[in-house]
T-cell receptor, first 115, second 114 residues
Framework: AAGVIQSPRHLIKEKRETATLKCYPI?????VYWYQQGPGQDPQFLIS???????DKGSIPDRFSAQQFSDYHSELNMSSLELGDSALYFC??????????????FGPGTRLLVL | AQSVTQLGSHVSVSEGALVLLRCNYS??????LFWYVQYPNQGLQLLLK??????LVKGINGFEAEFKKSETSFHLTKPSAHMSDAAEYFC????????????FGQGTRLTINP
């Protein structure tokens, strides 16, 4: 079965640079979530989208923005990168079944290293 | 608001022994509960979930968990550990009525001794 695809898998950036992470949800999934997992930490929710609209917002810095496109893929844009942004960024997707959002399925993650 | 506490950041068991990973949650509404496993340098894989109905849920790889509302717990068990079970395990909670944003516990690193 098709899974969530994230690109790139690894990314190295310098401080103050920008980065764009991409997420391609499972086909027919219309909801996308972004999570950040710091070294040795649990994943923290950043933001989510449903049908191209922001549906929820967590601890996402103002330097970050995200959007969901008409084909349901999503991009997380990160500007003015800081050393503390180094983390594993997960995307998850889900869809509604009988009106209820179903289980979130996670992608393999993008490992971002800021030097 | 929801929160999750996993008791024990590291658990070590012998191969063939019982695995018990503890998870307690706090939720102001009926929760949906999940266990995810993360192998080194990999993403999160769903082990099992509780939404409604039967409180004992079975998942992949021989794992199961029991939802105990009175104890606000959702402990993960496996009767006999295998070397391949070594990984990080995360308990997570979301508000009811569907898998909205997940709130994760701190994780438990499971080590299997030969």
């Amino acid at each position: 079965a098709a899974g969530v695809i994230q690109s790139p898998r690894h990314l190295i950036k310098e401080k103050r640079e920008t980065a764009t992470l991409k997420c391609y949800p499972i086909p027919r999934h219309d909801t996308v979530y972004w999570y950040q997992q710091g070294p040795g930490q649990d994943p923290q929710f950043l933001i989510s989208f449903y049908e191209k609209m922001q549906s929820d917002k967590g601890s996402i810095p103002d330097r970050f923005s995200a959007q969901q496109f008409s084909d349901y893929h999503s991009e997380l844009n990160m500007s003015s990168l800081e050393l503390g942004d180094s983390a594993l960024y997960f995307c998850a997707s889900s869809t509604k079944v009988l009106g209820i959002l179903e289980t979130q399925y996670f992608g393999p993650g993008t490992r971002l290293l800021v030097l | 608001a929801q929160s999750v506490t996993q008791l024990g950041s590291h658990v070590s068991v012998s191969e063939g022994a019982l695995v018990l990973l503890r998870c307690n949650y706090s939720s102001s509404v009926p929760p949906y509960l999940f266990w995810y496993v993360q192998y080194p340098n990999q993403g999160l894989q769903l082990l099992l979930k509780y939404t409604t109905g039967a409180t004992l849920v079975k998942g992949i790889n021989g794992f199961e968990a029991e939802f105990k509302k009175s104890e606000t717990s959702f402990h993960l068990t496996k009767p006999s550990a295998h070397m391949s079970d070594a990984a990080e395990y995360f308990c997570a909670v979301s508000r009811g009525q569907g898998a909205q944003k997940l709130v994760f516990g701190q994780g438990t690193r499971l080590t299997i001794n030969p």
